[in-house]
């Protein structure tokens, strides 16, 4: 026997535990590990788990091969790894028609099992007997792929074998939106079988991402067929939800220690250092125990009390399981793999020789890791009452493969015989370390010549389109097509990637075809489709939080990113260069754009500074022609070449003068689109404008529409009371609707001239019928064909958009928008000679192309609120609904469309565009114009979570028709204008006015409004409260004293104004759903607005848990007022310092939040009386007839909601005569369990 070296034994002992223990239970056939002895099924986490000891072992050879019995070793061991990955690849495709099928329907049904027959790789149970939809499985299978790829295994044999592993990335790329079964297998905890989002999969499957990009399948030997793609806007968007989630793993588990596989080996997902040191404290402080880690709270996985006849929990047991949750020894493994990769011996250590202290010895000597560790029947009252105390048995299998192959890596570590750096030769780990800063590369190119010399007068030089050749500028959706050939193949049945979309970290990058060079523009800029793109301001300042994007997240990549931006036509206003484009430009040059570094270049430039990626997947493989491209994109870039940005001509509507003897009929149609508007800020009821009485609402049905009646000039009609001149009954039916104060009060002596002030605001008093009356008249219209004409007729004439506007809008209600206009509206001119009319050159001419006529028009003129509602008849999209809705929910937020209380839809999950758009039509009916501002809203929150996610703490739903109403609010107090006419100016904010609008409201910052020119309003920051608060928009200005009390006014609202905030976006204190789960554990249940929260929620679910905070949520939304919705929060926040503070062992029966409100209110009033504060103005008076008779009628003298003063909502929470001190004297006061005499610690001082 020759002599061998030391490390040489002792390898060779690896070699036979590794055989014995591991390789000795791969089958022959398949290649696959059965998960025991009596259980031939082959998981695929866990084999993928098992080999990596192999595959570790295998490096350790390589690397000490002194004799060629070592070579014949490590080659032994590579192949086993080669053959099980084999195994895996084999199983899966033979199930590639559900990868084809699951990439439409992501339905848990179509997915990829999660286990196969270790014997043959066939199913082995059916598609619904199963939660087989486990991302992280299939995630972890192509990591692991890619890894040993670039270790040198061959693992992939053939082109059609890459086509099936480039469709697995498809399969995975949308994991931030799909909902699995996770790494447990479970879903939600309760087993019932329902999937969730889980952080652990959304890790994975980014790692995989990352891992498989630009990666050749085929090694160094490969050519460019053998190179998988990935877009690397997916992966971007995996670790943005990811970083959201953590610590939190799911909606049901607020902590899983699964986890560990995603923060350390083998994914290292996150990029950012604290948050893996939050996440890893979370896990230890939390789940770590004496026997290893429980995998999450409350998990009944073979404890003594789990049930082991039926698969599911009830809802009420789960809480029997906590404190004796198995301990999982695997967990050790994973901690001694993270800090061996830190590079932190001491802890290493620690876990190891933690781990040994529990491992179980075999009769051979080997040490063996087991599954799991159960509290013994016998000992599990002694458990309950010490937690960690009582020693525990092994359950479960032994050796457990998983962990056993984790430790022997470990092992092979911890003595030296691998260097980490070789169990990630891709470099993963080095993904948390500071990077350089990212310098953006930005390229502007001019449409034609004449944009050219008009940026040139501005000292801004630029390239032509035809001047930047041979490199070709194409739009977004060219780059989106063209992926679309990525990975098809016609013998296996594959189509290629579905999704359309591309992402700015995409089209950051230039690509190369053969010898032609390609940029591509932005996604968001493509103005064919939206009205948005049409707002430069919003264009600008939508590009800077695109570069400072660009800056954060251009990772893994060689080379800077180039943004290229058109310059066209399309963004002149009035033929000039809109001054924001300009001033970003400027800045731009400098080289420094809001704290981004970047370079304004040609492209010819920037070629060997940027990322370049290879379109060879376009050739012709299967054909055998690699080398020509693929006859469809042949094509398709011809096409594609000529016409990308060539400009649309719009339809033209001929102007005229306007004739007397059509007035009559304009007047029938007058303010047709105002009558769909449904925003409400003064009252309760939908479109009711102030103290106008409910009845008419009811009536809908009876009710003639306006234009039947006898419309005379000066005749105002009885709908048409503005709100200032409305009769001043308070309404009779205000119970039902649950009542909403109105915060303007009719005052008849400034209400003429408010009318004089307001003749810009004429048109209201047209016939302003609410919203709900407008049904589709089709059968009682009284028009005939001539009424048709005489208004087709005017609309040929009149100048004015809205009154075109508001015609267009009578024709789609009575006659639909297919109605062909062609010829109509001659009748009348026979005189004239240019009788064209509308027929243009014989063509058929719909309601529909004047409606497109007349929204080009309001896009040139930038009237936005003409533009969005005719954009929502036209049924515009607005950009990427789907995807901004799926980016809110993706990140715990969900949302909810229509106005509350009673037509609010809340979406839990995504949905397609279509279902979106519908849902949001059937909330808001014929109200076209605030639809569209809806989906528009939802576009801007989706961006504002995207870049300043911090805005959005402590919020768990979006209720955007709320986030509407506040919006209407804020801007009626801050320009003093009644209800409908802030509403009004709401609509026509510029997309760029709306966002940062929306921006103010959701930072709570104080702003002003500046009128600009052509009557838009501009929204600006205010630095001084005092001073600049005073709107100064040109409504005339309210004189002298006027003037005085609104300044007062407005130092006055602002705990008010607070508080309808906070309600009106959901805003709650930190910790607010786990003080209150506290709170509900000590009495039995809080009863909200009748909603009753059962002390059993307790039982079922732990304070940090997702679902609990949404149960809360669900009973705070039934509050119809923001702010009274604040004072309840508040009421909830002292019974949790009741709780907090020991103070009495039980809260006794059921506590209803409001009657602490209300008493809380009473107590207010009364110490108002004793100190004659204002509430004696109103609320506090002495007790007369009168006040009885206000209060009958359900309004309060000052306005306040739900019955309380209006003074209440207005005081700050702290001091003597604060909220919280009235709230903890109503609580003593109300709560029985609380003594009354003897002395008490105050809490509250």
């Not at 609008?997 to 005092?1026: P, Q, T």
């Not at 005339?1036 to 300044?1047: C, F, K, R, S």
Request: proline residues 4%.
């Amino acid at each position: 026997m020759r002599s061998r070296s030391n490390s040489g034994v002792r390898l060779d002992y690896y070699q036979r535990i590794v055989h014995r223990l591991i390789l000795a239970h791969q089958e022959p056939v398949t290649g696959l590990f059965p998960a025991s002895n009596v259980n031939s099924h082959a998981w695929i986490r866990d084999n993928v788990y098992c080999i990596l000891a192999v595959w570790g072992l295998s490096m350790a050879y390589k690397k000490i091969a002194d004799q060629d019995e070592d070579r014949a070793k490590c080659y032994e061991l590579e192949q086993s790894c080669v053959k099980l990955m084999r195994g895996l690849l084999m199983a899966m495709m033979n199930q590639k028609d559900k990868v084809e099928k699951f990439k439409m329907t992501q339905s848990p049904f179509d997915s990829l099992h999660a286990k196969y027959s270790s014997k043959n790789g066939l199913p082995v149970v059916a598609d619904n007997e199963w939660g087989h939809l486990q991302i992280d499985a299939v995630s972890l299978y192509l990591l692991i792929l890619a890894q040993m790829t670039a270790s040198g295994l061959q693992i992939v044999f053939s082109l059609d074998e890459v086509s099936f592993i480039q469709n697995l990335v498809f399969y995975i790329e949308s994991a931030y939106s799909i909902p699995d079964y996770g790494i447990w297998e479970r879903g939600d905890k309760t087993n019932h079988g329902e999937p969730e989002l889980n952080a652990s999969s959304i890790g994975m499957a980014k790692a995989a991402l990352e891992a498989m990009n630009e990666l050749d399948l085929f090694g160094a030997r490969g050519g460019p067929a053998s190179v998988i793609h990935v877009l690397a806007d997916e992966a971007h968007k995996c670790q943005a939800v990811l970083q959201s989630m953590l610590p939190r793993e799911s909606n049901s588990k607020e902590l899983d220690s699964g986890l560990l596989c995603v923060i350390g080996f083998p994914a290292f997902a996150v990029d950012d250092a604290q948050l893996i040191h939050n996440t890893k404290d979370a896990i230890l402080s939390r789940l770590q125990g004496k026997y290893g880690c429980k995998r999450f709270l409350r998990d009944g996985y073979r404890t003594p009390k789990e049930d082991p006849t039926r698969l599911y929990y009830e809802r009420w047991e789960l809480r029997m399981f906590e404190n004796i949750e198995c301990e999982w020894p695997l967990f050790y493994c994973y901690l001694i793999l993270f800090h061996a990769f830190q590079n932190d011996k001491r802890a290493v250590q620690d876990y190891a020789d933690r781990l040994e202290k529990i491992m179980v010895r075999s009769e051979d000597g080997i040490l063996l890791v087991p599954e799991s560790y159960a509290v013994p029947q016998e000992l599990v009252g002694n458990e309950y009452q010490k937690p960690g105390s009582q020693p525990r048995e092994v359950v479960g299998r032994c050796p457990f493969l998983w962990g056993q192959s984790l430790f022997i890596l470990g092992r092979l570590l911890q003595e030296g015989f691998l260097a980490v750096g070789e169990l990630d030769p891709l470099n993963r780990r080095l993904g948390a370390q500071k990077k350089p800063d990212v310098v953006v590369q930005v390229v502007i190119i001019a449409e034609d010549n004449e944009i050219r010399d008009k940026l040139a007068e501005h000292d801004l030089h630029v390239q032509t389109i035809a001047e930047v050749a041979p490199i070709e500028v194409q739009p977004a959706r060219v780059l989106s097509h063209l992926y679309t050939y990525l990975g098809r193949n016609r013998k296996l049945g594959l189509t290629g990637r579905k999704s359309r979309d591309v992402g700015i970290l995409s089209t950051s990058k230039l690509y190369s075809l053969k010898d032609r060079i390609f940029a591509f523009t932005p996604q968001h800029i493509d103005y064919e489709e939206y009205y948005t793109t049409r707002d430069p301001d919003l264009l600008a300042s939508n590009f800077t939080t695109n570069l400072a994007f660009l800056t954060n997240n251009w990772r893994h990549m060689l080379g800077r990113p180039t943004i290229t931006l058109m310059a066209t036509h399309y963004m002149l206003d009035q033929d000039k260069i809109p001054l924001a484009m300009i001033q970003t430009m400027r800045k731009l040059k400098s080289g420094y754009i809001n704290g981004t570094r970047v370079m304004l270049g040609n492209l010819k430039d920037f070629l060997n500074t940027s990322a370049i990626t290879d379109l060879s997947f376009l050739g012709s493989t299967e054909d055998g022609y690699p080398d020509r491209l693929h006859p469809d994109v042949q094509t398709y870039l011809d096409e594609h070449l000529l016409r990308s940005f060539s400009n649309r001509s719009t339809m033209n509507l001929r102007g005229g003068q306007l004739r007397p003897r059509h007035l009559r009929r304009r007047m029938s149609c007058k303010g047709a689109i105002k009558k769909t508007r449904s925003i409400n800020v003064d009252s309760d009821n939908l479109g009711m404008e102030g103290p106008t009485p409910l009845t008419e609402r009811r009536l809908s049905s009876i009710v003639p529409p306006p234009w039947l009646q006898a419309n005379k000039q000066g005749h105002v009609s009885v709908f048409a009371t503005t709100p200032e001149e409305g009769p001043t009954s308070p309404p009779q039916l205000g119970g039902e609707l649950g009542l909403r104060e109105n915060i303007y009060p009719v005052d008849p002596l400034h209400s003429r001239s408010a009318m004089d002030r307001r003749s810009e605001f004429v048109r209201q008093q047209e016939i302003t019928v609410p919203k709900i009356l407008i049904q589709r008249h089709r059968a009682e219209t009284n028009f005939a064909d001539t009424e048709v004409e005489e208004l087709i007729a005017m609309l040929r004439e009149t100048e004015n958009l809205d009154d075109q506007g508001d015609i267009l809008q009578y024709l789609v209600d009575t006659q639909g928008l297919d109605f062909n206009t062609a010829g109509l509206g001659l009748k009348h001119k026979k005189d004239d000679d240019n009788a064209s009319g509308m027929l243009e050159e014989g063509r058929v001419v719909t309601v529909r192309d004047l409606l497109k006529g007349l929204y080009e028009k309001a896009c040139q003129q930038k009237l936005w609120g003409l533009v969005r509602h005719t954009a929502g008849m036209l049924g515009k999209r607005v950009e990427d609904l789907g995807k901004a809705v799926t980016d809110l929910l993706v990140r715990q937020k969900q949302v909810t469309v229509g106005m509350p209380p009673n037509n609010e839809h809340t979406i839990t999950a995504p949905l397609p565009e279509v279902e979106l758009r519908q849902l949001i039509h059937d909330a808001y009916g014929d109200d076209e114009s605030t639809a569209m501002l809806t989906q528009e809203l939802m576009v801007y929150l989706a961006m504002f979570i995207r870049t300043e996610p911090q805005l959005f703490h402590e919020m768990l739903r979006l209720r955007v028709g709320l986030i509407i109403q506040v919006m209407a609010k804020e801007l009626s107090r801050t320009l003093n204008c009644g209800g409908e006419a802030a509403s009004e100016h709401l609509l026509n904010l510029s997309p760029f006015e709306m966002k940062n609008l929306l921006y103010h409201i959701l930072s709570g910052k104080e702003f002003a409004v500046s009128s600009v020119a052509r009557g838009n309003l501009s929204i600006v920051s205010c630095k001084s409260s005092r001073v600049s608060k005073k709107s100064q928009i040109g409504l005339g200005d309210p004189e002298g004293e006027d003037a005085l009390i609104a300044t007062i006014d407005d130092r006055q609202g602002q705990w008010l104004r607070r508080r309808r905030l906070d309600g009106a976006l959901n805003r709650v204190p930190r910790d607010f759903y786990s003080r209150v789960w506290t709170v509900l554990e000590r009495c039995q249940g809080l009863a909200i607005e009748g909603r009753v929260l059962q002390q059993s929620l307790t039982q079922e679910m732990t304070p940090g848990e997702l679902k609990f905070a949404l149960e809360v949520e669900t009973a705070l939304n039934q509050i119809p007022q923001p702010e009274y919705r604040q004072l309840v929060v508040e009421a909830l926040m002292v019974l949790t310092l009741v709780t907090e503070h020991n103070m009495v062992p039980s809260l006794g029966d059921i506590i209803y939040v409001e009657h602490l409100v209300h008493k809380a209110n009473q107590l207010f009033l009364e110490d108002q009386r004793k100190v004659q504060g204002d509430a004696t103005l109103c609320c506090a008076k002495l007790k007369d007839g009168k006040e009885q008779q206000q209060a009958a009628s359900g309004m309060l003298l000052c306005g306040g909601a739900a019955y309380i003063c209006q003074h209440l909502y207005d005081s700050a929470p702290s001091g003597s005569y604060g909220t919280m001190t009235y709230m903890s004297r109503a609580v003593a006061l109300v709560l029985d369990c609380v003594p009354k005499h003897g002395e008490m610690e105050c809490a509250i001082s």
